[in-house]
C-alpha cells in the first residue's frame, strides 16, 4: 500500500512540475546564449593574464579575438522529412533449400 501511496506522490508532483500546455523555453537560442556568455568571459579572462614578452601578448590578442568571433552553429531543423528508402532485399532469410536437398 506504501508504495502505491508512494508513486502517487510522486506523479502528482511530476504532473504539477510539467503541466500540459506549459511553454518550454527555445532550446537553440538558450543555448546560443549561454555560448556567446561563456566565450565572452574566457575572453575577458585572457585579457586579464599579465605578459612581458611579444610573442605573449599577440597570442593573448588571438585567443581573445577567436574566443569573440566563434558563433555556435545553427541547428539544423527538421522541416523537409527525410525520404523513405526501402531496404535492399539481397536474401530471404532463412535461404531457401535446394530441390535436391529434401
Given at each position: ?34 555560448m556567446a556568455a ?65
Amino acid at each position: 500500500m506504501f508504495v502505491v501511496v508512494r508513486s502517487l506522490f510522486w506523479l502528482t508532483v511530476a504532473y504539477m512540475v510539467i503541466k500540459p500546455g506549459v511553454d518550454f523555453p527555445d532550446a537553440n537560442a538558450l543555448s546560443q546564449q549561454a555560448m556567446a556568455a561563456g566565450s565572452r568571459v574566457v575572453a575577458e579572462q585572457i585579457s586579464t593574464i599579465q605578459c612581458d614578452s611579444l610573442q605573449c601578448i599577440g597570442g593573448k590578442a588571438i585567443a581573445a579575438q577567436t574566443l569573440n568571433s566563434i558563433a555556435p552553429p545553427p541547428l539544423q531543423t527538421a522541416a523537409t522529412p527525410v525520404p523513405e528508402t526501402s531496404p535492399a532485399k539481397l536474401a530471404p532469410i532463412p535461404r531457401m533449400r535446394p530441390d535436391w536437398a529434401g
